[in-house]
């Protein structure tokens, strides 16, 4: 049975850091692309990060490059997504995704198989 299940998520002030994280088991994680999407209500889940599967390919979306960074280790079946210079905008629910045995950083999230619960992520003025 897959799972992906994040952790970390919570409350922070505006300007702040915060570490998001995804435990995945059941799927072959070391052969997967692993992303980060975020939503928030009434609007499309939008593309945050992507990581291949030996993190050698990186890739953000434009309103978060620069401020986050996701990263994996392979030996815990983990992809984490640090957040700093946290703004109310962030303020979303933060969902994990993998792709298994791909090798594009994809930005659309129908191209993601698996799927977390979601964190949710406030951000205070």
């Known amino acids: 049975q897959v799972q992906l299940v994040e952790s970390g998520g919570g409350l922070v002030q505006a300007g702040g850091s915060l570490r998001v994280s995804c435990a995945a088991s059941?799927?072959?994680?070391?052969?997967?692309?692993m992303g980060w999407f975020r939503q928030v209500p009434g609007k499309e889940r939008e593309f945050v990060a992507a990581?291949?599967?030996?993190?050698?390919?990186?890739g953000y979306g434009d309103s978060v490059k620069g401020r986050f960074t996701i990263s994996r280790d392979n030996a815990k079946n983990t992809v984490y997504l640090q957040m700093s210079s946290l703004s109310p905008e962030d303020t979303a629910v933060y969902y994990c995704?993998?792709?298994?045995?791909?090798?594009?950083?994809?930005?659309?999230?129908?191209?993601?198989?698996?799927w977390g619960q979601g964190a949710q992520v406030t951000v205070s003025s």
């Open positions: 059941g799927m072959p994680f070391s052969s997967s692309v």
């Open positions: 995704a993998a792709a298994p045995y791909s090798y594009t950083l994809y930005r659309d999230y129908q191209d993601y198989r698996y």
């Open positions: 990581i291949s599967w030996n993190g050698g390919n990186i």
